[in-house]
């Protein structure tokens, strides 16, 4: 009776160990079918096929990747993430947006208000830069006469450089009012949109 007890208890542990049983198969690299009843060293760069041992596919695991298709990837989940960032960045500048500028009114009035300043400092400087240049002329006329003093030649040439600049500052001036309106262009189309998007 104990043999046969004994007997029943080895057998069971048989079949739950084979009843776990895994059977690895894959393709070496000259295309011979290798499997094994554990991992396959020569297989260790390809896809393997896992099965339990009635022969069903338990799964399939693929082969590692190789360099470039780990940087490749490494390239995929950088620009993932860099998308992401970018659309957080711009939920908050939307969201900072619509806090400031409650109509299209309130975005005109806010142009009109930077660009007004610059206009005036541009203005301000054309009506310097035309009297500079006005004295400019007549200092050349008496210059070509020739009847210039050592004083009143330094202030020739400062008048000169006064008027080199007026010219640079009304340039970088105009400059600067163009990237304004440019802003404020941008501001403008994205309040419709975020508008748009609101309404719809």
Same mark, same amino acid.
Request: aromatic content about 4%; some cysteine.
């Given at each position: 009776?104990? $043999?046969?007890?004994?007997?029943? &208890? &080895?057998?069971? +542990?048989?079949?739950? +160990?084979?009843?776990?049983?895994? %059977?690895?198969? @894959?393709?070496?690299?000259? $295309?011979?079918?290798?499997?094994?009843?554990?991992?396959?060293?020569? @297989?260790?760069?390809?896809?393997?096929?896992?099965?339990?041992?009635? *022969?069903?596919?338990? !799964?399939?695991?693929?082969?590692?990747?190789?360099?470039?298709?780990?940087?490749?990837?490494?390239? #995929?989940?950088?620009? !993932?993430?860099?998308?992401?960032?970018?659309?957080?960045?711009?939920? =908050?500048?939307?969201?900072?947006? /619509?806090?400031?500028?409650? /109509?299209?009114?309130? %975005?005109?009035?806010?142009?009109?208000?930077?660009?007004?300043?610059?206009?005036?400092? +541009?203005?301000?400087?054309?009506?310097?830069?035309? *009297?500079?240049?006005?004295? #400019?002329?007549? $200092?050349?006329?008496?210059?070509?006469? *020739?009847?210039?003093?050592? /004083?009143?030649?330094?202030?020739?040439? =400062?008048?000169?450089?006064?008027? =080199?600049?007026?010219?640079?500052? %009304?340039?970088? $001036?105009?400059?600067?009012?163009?990237?304004?309106?440019?802003?404020?262009?941008? %501001?403008?189309?994205?309040?419709?949109?975020?508008?748009?998007?609101?309404?719809?």
């Amino acid at each position: 009776m104990k $043999g046969a007890v004994k007997t029943l &208890f &080895f057998l069971s +542990i048989w079949i739950a +160990i084979h009843a776990h049983a895994k %059977i690895y198969m @894959c393709k070496d690299a000259s $295309g011979k079918t290798l499997s094994s009843d554990r991992p396959i060293p020569e @297989c260790a760069d390809r896809p393997v096929r896992e099965y339990s041992n009635n *022969g069903n596919t338990r !799964k399939e695991l693929a082969a590692p990747l190789t360099a470039e298709q780990k940087r490749a990837l490494e390239l #995929q989940e950088e620009k !993932k993430k860099a998308e992401q960032l970018a659309a957080a960045e711009q939920k =908050r500048s939307d969201r900072a947006l /619509s806090a400031r500028y409650r /109509s299209e009114d309130d %975005i005109a009035a806010a142009r009109k208000r930077d660009t007004d300043l610059v206009s005036i400092q +541009i203005t301000q400087y054309k009506a310097a830069l035309h *009297g500079a240049e006005k004295e #400019q002329a007549a $200092g050349l006329e008496r210059k070509q006469k *020739g009847n210039l003093s050592p /004083s009143m030649q330094a202030k020739l040439d =400062r008048n000169d450089q006064s008027v =080199r600049d007026l010219h640079k500052h %009304i340039k970088d $001036g105009e400059a600067e009012l163009a990237q304004m309106n440019e802003k404020y262009d941008q %501001i403008l189309r994205r309040y419709r949109e975020i508008t748009t998007t609101a309404s719809n």
